[in-house]
């Protein structure tokens, strides 16, 4: 066999067989190195010099290879009959040699094994092995032209229509993946939305079991179809999240919310929590439906959410309590309007009274009033609907800034009354008028608590009594004073106010 080219070699050792001598060949170029078609190799040492690992003397003939103090092109990579061929040698040594790693080799070891000290990486087929002695010299033109490669122009052949190959199988396998991404994205996003749209149309009855753990009462009512309250129930359905919480308010279980793009305020309560079954869940939500008034905060409807929690959902009151409003002095508020505002209240008291069974406020005064953008004021809703709120003051309790607006007999230990409300109206007229907080001087003197337990003392005794503004009304200040009469006997009913405030 002939190979051809430029060789830098520390030194080159090897014995012929046909000749039966062997011959060394060290520190010099060698333009051309022949050997005869029936020479055979039988024992090569390199020494001191850059090459590749010499895979062209792997033959049946070679008995000894004895690398020393090379440098060699990495990574090292023969196939199976290669590294075969390398075992079956009964004579190979390394010692002191340097692997460096060209980054040209294949990545798909299947094996890796050392022989004396040099990694081997066994490949099913090797695509672009180095198989030449040495490296051309430093500088030298032919140096990228003539690496002293063994390969035959075939295998160079093959190596490229394999790498073809495999980048065309590749690229099928990356579009392939995109594809499948693709579809496995658009069915999950179909997926939520159906769902959602399905979960969005459920009722209160159709997740009972989820909200209520099961819960609920065997009535005959109930075994023999859906009650008369059903639809009425079915109406006031929000659906399932369709109310977005953002922050709790200060009183217990509110939040302020949105709903189809508008500010809600929502109470929010879990009926498993309190052990609720399903008739007590919709006794709660059916307490709201005939409070519709004008002058009642309007009820939106209830919700859920996945944590199953129940939302009472009502409208938002812009402009806060009516407390607030008359301490504002950047809000002008003439005397048609300040009368405005009371009928409003006393509309939405007559409307109320006007509902069998329906509840009497404890806490009515001007913090409970709520007003909207138009100043409109409103009673508020979660005072006579099921609240389910444990933040309601008691009646006699000091320190809280209410005590002014409790009647005489309250503050005895007496059960409130429609009369007793109509005490609380009269106190709200007052601070109308004087837009300020009744008794507030007493307040600012003593303190919260001392001067809750003086104004309840004093209003007992007869010693303390509420008083307008100067420039109120005179049938104002009359109406009023009724209201603030000692004798509950002696107090107007709320439809003679409505009657009277409205001339």
């Excluded at 099921?386 to 800034?401: I, K, M, N, Y």
């Excluded at 429609?418 to 003197?445: N, P, Q, T, W």
């Excluded at 307008?468 to 603030?484: I, K, V, W």
Aim: aromatic share 6%.
């Amino acid at each position: 066999m002939r190979e051809e080219g430029r060789y830098r070699i520390g030194y080159l050792y090897f014995c012929c067989s046909t000749c039966y001598d062997c011959r060394m060949i060290d520190g010099s170029t060698v333009e051309s190195l022949e050997l005869g078609a029936s020479g055979t190799i039988q024992q090569v040492v390199i020494r001191k010099s850059n090459l590749s690992f010499p895979t062209a003397v792997l033959g049946a003939g070679v008995t000894t290879i004895i690398l020393e103090y090379n440098t060699i092109s990495g990574p090292i990579e023969l196939t199976k009959d290669e590294y075969k061929q390398l075992t079956n040698i009964s004579d190979f040594r390394a010692t002191g040699n340097t692997v460096e790693s060209t980054g040209s080799g294949s990545s798909s070891c299947i094996k890796e094994e050392t022989v004396g000290e040099l990694a081997i990486c066994i490949v099913d087929d090797v695509q672009n092995t180095n198989t030449s002695y040495y490296t051309g010299s430093p500088g030298s033109a032919d140096n990228t032209q003539a690496t002293g490669s063994l390969e035959t122009q075939s295998a160079s052949d093959t190596s490229s229509s394999r790498s073809t190959l495999s980048i065309t199988a590749i690229a099928l396998a990356c579009a392939c993946t995109v594809v499948i991404v693709v579809v496995l994205s658009f069915f999950r996003r179909f997926k939520r939305k159906a769902s959602k749209f399905v979960d969005e149309r459920l009722t209160f009855t159709n997740r009972e079991d989820d909200l209520l753990g099961g819960g609920r009462r065997s009535e005959p009512e109930l075994e023999h179809g859906p009650s008369r309250d059903s639809k009425i129930l079915a109406d006031m359905d929000l659906g399932k999240d369709q109310v977005i919480l953002h922050k709790k308010l200060g009183i217990q279980g509110l939040w302020l919310g949105e709903y189809q793009d508008t500010k809600v305020v929502a109470l929010k309560f879990v009926p498993r929590e309190l052990n609720m079954v399903l008739e007590e869940l919709n006794a709660v939500r059916l307490s709201y439906a005939p409070l519709r008034h004008d002058n009642i905060v309007t009820f939106l409807g209830s919700s859920w959410t996945d944590r199953e929690e129940v939302l009472i959902v009502v409208e938002h009151m812009s402009k806060g309590s009516l407390r607030s409003v008359l301490a504002d002095n950047k809000v002008e508020l003439t005397w048609p309007q300040r009368l405005q505002m009371c009928k409003d209240i006393c509309s939405g008291l007559d409307f109320i009274r006007s509902i069998q069974g329906s509840m009497l406020s404890r806490n009515l005064t001007a913090r409970s009033v709520l007003l909207d953008a138009q100043l409109t004021c409103k009673l508020d809703i979660f005072d006579y609907a099921s609240s389910l709120r444990t933040d309601l003051v008691p009646v006699r309790s000091f320190g809280h800034g209410d005590i002014a607006s409790r009647a005489p007999e309250l503050l005895k230990g007496e059960e409130i009354t429609a009369a007793a409300e109509v005490y609380a109206l009269g106190v709200i007229f007052c601070e109308i008028s004087s837009r300020s907080k009744l008794f507030e001087h007493v307040s600012e003197e003593r303190g919260h608590t001392m001067a809750d337990i003086f104004i309840a003392t004093e209003v007992v005794a007869q010693r303390l009594k509420p008083s307008l503004a100067e420039d109120s009304p005179a049938a104002f200040r009359e109406l009023t004073l009724r209201c603030l009469s000692y004798m509950p006997s002696e107090r107007p009913k709320i439809g003679e106010i409505l009657s009277m405030i409205s001339k």
